[in-house]
């Protein structure tokens, strides 16, 4: 029976995905015990005693492996026939939270489970989202070229993130957007993702240049467009409306739109965080909720990219080769706020330096085009689209992480997939990733 | 259907790739060409700490330390931990009030934040030091530090050892490659100021690892790049303290100096100032104040007379002149003048001591009667040498062996600042006479070691030195040797090992000078300076001068036949040479000679030492100075009664002003002589007050 059951695991197993996984579950747990590293304190016993992060975490890794062989001994059926049911039970877990939900840190985003742990539902429901988008795209009867199934996927992609964002917790919902990477691979329209990119680049040159050149600009573009398809335009005058429509709407999103979700939506220190990632200083007093509190004469401390800077300073000195394992000395003096967590990227960083980093980062890119290769080789659609979902998470948690600690993007708290210290962080990308390589073990199969 | 998006695919994989070139690229930009976070990681987690190694101690000629290295206590606080202290009984032992503790208390935060230890009270007395360690668990908070300081166990030779100081911004700007820092102390004057490089050894860097809260972590790369700091070497000094400290006896309650040589090395036995200060009190935790009151003292006790003070040499400059008459051939010892008690040869006479015929009959008779008439006739004859064309090149001759005596010369004693005393030179009488009108006659006086004519004590002592060495001196120093010494101390004590010949008078010329200088004591001026069993060569000297009474001079080497000591002895204003300089000198060169002074000297110790001839304006000056503080008393006393606590506060810092504000001396001497009346009865009324207290 052992025998037997041993043989259906490892049969049609992707091992490559599983040594990477294994490699940077490793290298994870290697990060947090350079950061928590004290000289004086550590024994080897230390990594058993279950009362310092690392030891936490190896805990943790410890019930992800026996998760996986419990995923991995699963049938692949069980995951398209509940898919459904488990986002059903998603949805209705994160509403529970409202009710049952603990403040951690200002966003009521928990559920306290007892002894200590807490349960993220929001997290667990990446999982079920994936897995229903899945079932939705793979349908028989969706045709993913109508725009109501486009609707519908889309719907089933942001009603967690919706959520969240009402749980205070902007960083998860932002986790979602990577669905659209997934639907842009089942059809949808690729306007939509450069109407999404031009609507980036707006935002960004709102901040960036001046208001009133921003409006001679984007008026300028304007008219050089309706001068240049000065034909089409005479043969067709909707075209007129359209591209005026579109310089309105453009404008009105520099001039007012922009400045009043910074000054009156976003907290001063979320339009802090934004405006130090382009390089620029928030003028605080224009925030709203600013102004409030000082009207309650609460004086309002001025937020300060200080996690930013650490985070640089960090990963700059470690230079080409880094400062060898344990010998960072930003690290060893916690200079890096929540290092252990949001910016474990940049004890790897001090530590091994550029070398470090990139081969790091190669394991990653490794491991994300290997997911999209075994996306393209499976025969059910449902696979492959969830198997898409993955690579989107992984990638969207990775680029917005890293990115976040060297100063490219905002700081949102987004943990680093499997390196981070963080058990719900860890469980959840295990599972995902497990899914896939039970999904893949059958891609004999055709699932529905 | 799935074949329809295939080449989205590539484009999702590209996007990826995209991106990580881009994170890529800022990794490069941040870890390769940006050198700026490394700098900056620098400056957050490595705490370079200066190591200060021990200084080098300074011993006596015979291995005694007479400036060495003790251990005083800093008490330090961490604002942010002195919750709970008892701050009555802290206040109590220290002798401060709670505003003043306070007052430190927000500037230790200013300085340091209130997480960083600084300094509360820093050198605190050994009795403070054993009250607060006994208390200590009642302060919270509170810790004490170890900090070496400089000590000196004789209590002597204050300006000859000089003192250590904290470095000021001009110290910093001429000693830029020394790496001293703001804070940092160095030898301000005497042997610690000379010999500052050799003493304050290398100090160590060590570098440890600080957390964002700024605590110590741990070393940084243990150690590798730390330095060990190297303790400072020692000095090995001629100086006999026990020489020394009779010296500064003798001159006690005198202004004046005293310099003892030991003519075969030029190494110095005793260098006596006088008024001097004991040189501990510049190191604890009262130095800024004794400082300020030593300062102020009219009588200048932190000016080391014997190579600061120049003095008319007087008499004792006749050795000198007589040897540069034998030198020229200008006379034999044989040669006589018919001195009737003055010189008239130039008009104006110049008076001698002596009226008896015959008493300069001979230089050996002149030199031992120190007789005016003969040496300034001798001086003309010298200026007026018909070897020479003209009395200025005559002078200029002269003056040549003036300087090659080590006359008029900085002798480069290992003392900072040291004056170089005056042999006028030409050009001053050639403008004061309009051009070279003038003759031997205009500069008589200079033959006796008058006129323009000084030289500091030390000068004097050497000048001994090479007559009793019959033509060659070393160059005074107080170091003879240094410890582990190299090739590179040279610059320190190479001068000090090279031989001055002095010109190439003959040995027979110094015979004849130490026979008649051997004279003085035998049968001359300075009957009483004898010794027995020794034969001392010496001259006195009775220095007119411009600022009093004559001030009291003596020279002299001993024994003749093989001279160890050469002495030089200036009482400012005391009168004849032979009454206090040559007493005191006799007694040191008993002392160093025979090791004691014998029983039947020891009661004119006695009488020498309490002696005192402070001039009158000094000890008015001291007179007055005490009324002020006797009026400030009383003052202080009559607030203190007063029943408002503004007051007090005002009033003790009253008590305080006199060493603090010293521009206000003048106001307050005025004040006094108003306030002087009632200021009596208040102290009269308060009689009662202190005896209560008792």
């Given amino acids: 029976m052992s025998n037997a059951s041993h043989s259906s695991i490892s049969k049609g197993v992707d091992w490559m995905v599983i040594w990477l996984y294994a490699i940077l579950v490793f290298i994870g747990i290697l990060c947090i015990f350079m950061v928590e590293y004290n000289p004086d304190k550590f024994t080897a016993a230390s990594f058993f005693t279950f009362n310092t992060n690392y030891s936490k975490q190896l805990l943790f890794a410890g019930i992800c492996v026996l998760l996986a062989i419990f995923i991995l001994l699963s049938d692949s059926k069980l995951y398209t026939a509940f898919a459904n049911l488990f986002y059903v039970f998603g949805i209705a877990l994160m509403l529970a939270t409202f009710v049952l939900g603990k403040d951690i840190n200002g966003s009521k985003s928990w559920i306290p489970l007892g002894g200590g742990f807490n349960l993220q539902p929001a997290e667990l429901c990446k999982i079920f989202t994936a897995l229903a988008l899945s079932k939705y795209l793979s349908q028989l009867d969706t045709d993913f070229s109508k725009t109501k199934s486009q609707v519908i996927a889309a719907a089933i992609a942001m009603s967690p993130a919706v959520l969240s964002v009402l749980q205070h917790e902007a960083g998860l919902a932002l986790a979602y957007l990577s669905f659209f990477i997934v639907m842009y691979r089942e059809g949808l329209p690729g306007a939509i993702l450069v109407i999404g990119f031009s609507f980036g680049a707006l935002v960004v040159a709102t901040l960036l240049i001046e208001p009133n050149t921003l409006a001679i600009v984007l008026t300028l573009i304007a008219a050089g467009t309706v001068y240049f398809m000065r034909r089409q335009v005479r043969r067709n005058r909707n075209l007129l409306i359209i591209i005026i429509g579109v310089w309105v709407l453009c404008v009105g999103i520099q001039r007012f739109a922009v400045p009043y979700i910074f000054n009156n939506v976003f907290e001063c220190y979320q339009s802090q965080r934004i405006y130090n990632a382009i390089g620029k200083d928030y003028d605080c007093s224009q925030n709203s909720t600013t102004q409030k509190e000082e009207a309650n004469s609460k004086t309002v401390k001025k937020p300060d990219d200080y996690n930013v800077r650490q985070s640089k300073i960090a990963i700059g000195s470690g230079g080409i080769l880094g400062k060898g394992f344990l010998k960072g000395t930003q690290t060893r003096g916690k200079y890096v706020p929540e290092q252990h967590t949001d910016f474990i990227f940049t004890s790897l960083g001090e530590a091994f330096g550029f070398v470090g980093c990139f081969i790091f980062l190669g394991l990653y890119l490794m491991l994300l085009l290997r997911i999209i290769f075994i996306a393209e080789r499976q025969r059910s659609a449902f696979s492959r689209v969830y198997a898409y979902c993955i690579a989107s998470i992984l990638f969207f948690h990775i680029t917005v992480n890293v990115c976040m600690t060297i100063g490219l993007f905002p700081i949102i708290g987004i943990p680093l997939p499997l390196i981070s210290y963080g058990g719900s962080s860890l469980l959840t990308f295990t599972v995902l990733i497990f899914i896939l390589v039970r999904l893949d073990a059958d891609r004999q199969m055709v699932l529905r | 259907m799935p074949v329809y998006n295939q080449s989205r695919s590539r484009v999702i994989q590209l996007i990826f790739i995209a991106v990580f070139i881009v994170i890529t690229a800022q990794l490069l930009n941040l870890?390769?060409?940006?050198?700026?976070?490394?700098?900056?990681?620098?400056?957050?987690?490595?705490?370079?700490?200066?190591?200060?190694?021990?200084?080098?101690?300074?011993?006596?000629?015979?291995?005694?330390?007479?400036?060495?290295?003790?251990?005083?206590?800093?008490?330090?606080?961490?604002?942010?931990?002195?919750?709970?202290?008892?701050?009555?009984?802290?206040?109590?032992?220290?002798?401060?009030?709670?505003?003043?503790?306070?007052?430190?208390?927000?500037?230790?935060?200013?300085?340091?934040?209130?997480?960083?230890?600084?300094?509360?009270?820093?050198?605190?007395?050994?009795?403070?030091?054993?009250?607060?360690?006994?208390?200590?668990?009642?302060?919270?908070?509170?810790?004490?530090?170890?900090?070496?300081?400089?000590?000196?166990?004789?209590?002597?030779?204050?300006?000859?050892?000089?003192?250590?100081?904290?470095?000021?911004?001009?110290?910093?700007?001429?000693?830029?490659?020394?790496?001293?820092?703001?804070?940092?102390?160095?030898?301000?004057?005497?042997?610690?100021?000379?010999?500052?490089?050799?003493?304050?050894?290398?100090?160590?860097?060590?570098?440890?690892?600080?957390?964002?809260?700024?605590?110590?972590?741990?070393?940084?790369?243990?150690?590798?790049?730390?330095?060990?700091?190297?303790?400072?070497?020692?000095?090995?000094?001629?100086?006999?303290?026990?020489?020394?400290?009779?010296?500064?006896?003798?001159?006690?309650?005198?202004?004046?100096?005293?310099?003892?040589?030991?003519?075969?090395?030029?190494?110095?036995?005793?260098?006596?100032?006088?008024?001097?200060?004991?040189?501990?009190?510049?190191?604890?935790?009262?130095?800024r104040k004794n400082y300020g009151r030593l300062v102020l003292d009219t009588a200048r006790p932190l000016l080391n007379r014997a190579i600061k003070g120049q003095y008319p040499p007087g008499s004792t400059f006749k050795p000198m002149g007589a040897l540069v008459a034998l030198d020229e051939g200008i006379i034999t010892p044989a040669y006589g003048y018919p001195c009737g008690g003055a010189y008239y040869a130039c008009g104006r006479p110049v008076k001698c001591e002596h009226h008896d015929a015959g008493h300069a009959a001979s230089l050996r008779l002149a030199l031992s009667h120190s007789c005016n008439s003969y040496f300034s006739n001798v001086f003309r004859m010298a200026i007026d040498n018909p070897a020479y064309k003209t009395p200025q090149e005559g002078y200029l001759k002269w003056k040549e062996y003036m300087n090659a005596f080590g006359l008029g010369v900085r002798l480069n004693i290992d003392l900072p600042s040291e004056d170089r005393g005056n042999i006028p030179d030409t050009s001053g009488y050639n403008r004061d006479f309009g051009g070279t009108h003038w003759n031997s006659c205009n500069i008589l006086t200079l033959g006796i070691g008058q006129d323009r004519m000084l030289a500091t004590p030390l000068q004097l002592a050497n000048a001994m030195c090479f007559i009793a060495n019959k033509g060659y001196y070393y160059t005074p120093h107080f170091v003879d040797s240094i410890e582990n010494e190299n090739i590179d101390d040279s610059v320190y004590l190479g001068k000090y090992r090279r031989k001055h010949q002095v010109t190439n008078i003959s040995a027979e010329d110094f015979d004849a000078v130490q026979l008649a200088m051997l004279d003085v004591t035998l049968s001359g001026t300075a009957v009483g300076a004898r010794i027995d069993g020794i034969d001392i060569c010496a001259k006195t000297g009775t220095a007119q001068n411009p600022h009093g009474k004559n001030h009291s001079l003596f020279v002299a080497f001993a024994p003749k036949d093989n001279p160890r000591i050469a002495i030089a002895v200036v009482v400012e204003n005391a009168g004849f040479g032979s009454t206090w300089a040559a007493p005191i000198a006799s007694l040191m060169m008993e002392k160093y000679l025979n090791d004691t002074i014998s029983a039947k000297r020891l009661p004119e110790v006695d009488r020498i030492s309490k002696a005192d001839l402070i001039p009158a304006a000094i000890k008015h000056w001291y007179a007055v100075k005490d009324s002020i503080k006797l009026a400030k008393l009383a003052k202080q006393i009559d607030a203190d009664k007063a029943p408002t606590f503004e007051n007090t506060i005002d009033n003790k810092k009253h008590t305080f002003d006199p060493e603090a504000e010293p521009n206000r001396k003048d106001d307050d001497n005025s004040d006094t002589g108003k306030a002087k009346s009632p200021a009596i009865k208040p102290s009269e009324k308060q009689l009662k007050k202190p005896s209560n207290k008792k």
Avoid: W
């Avoid at chain 2, 300074?58 to 330390?65: C, E, F, V």
């Avoid at chain 2, 036995?269 to 009262?286: H, Q």
């Fill in chain 2, 31 to 287: 870890q390769l060409f940006s050198s700026e976070y490394t700098i900056q990681a620098e400056n957050n987690a490595i705490y370079r700490k200066v190591v200060y190694p021990d200084r080098g101690i300074i011993y006596d000629r015979k291995m005694r330390a007479i400036l060495e290295n003790t251990i005083m206590y800093d008490l330090m606080v961490t604002p942010n931990e002195t919750r709970g202290s008892d701050t009555f009984t802290l206040c109590t032992i220290l002798g401060i009030d709670t505003a003043e503790y306070r007052k430190r208390m927000v500037t230790a935060i200013i300085k340091n934040t209130s997480y960083k230890p600084s300094a509360f009270a820093p050198l605190v007395n050994q009795e403070i030091y054993a009250r607060l360690n006994e208390n200590m668990y009642k302060f919270p908070g509170f810790f004490l530090t170890e900090r070496p300081v400089r000590t000196y166990p004789y209590s002597v030779a204050a300006n000859v050892l000089g003192y250590v100081g904290e470095v000021d911004t001009t110290y910093l700007r001429k000693h830029k490659a020394d790496g001293y820092q703001m804070g940092d102390y160095a030898g301000i004057t005497g042997l610690e100021s000379s010999y500052e490089k050799v003493l304050m050894g290398q100090r160590g860097v060590k570098r440890s690892i600080r957390d964002n809260k700024n605590r110590i972590q741990g070393s940084y790369e243990n150690g590798a790049f730390d330095t060990a700091a190297l303790a400072g070497r020692n000095l090995y000094s001629s100086m006999d303290v026990e020489l020394q400290q009779l010296a500064e006896k003798l001159l006690g309650s005198k202004i004046g100096s005293a310099v003892a040589i030991n003519p075969k090395t030029g190494g110095i036995l005793a260098m006596a100032t006088s008024p001097t200060y004991d040189p501990n009190m510049l190191t604890g935790s009262e130095r």
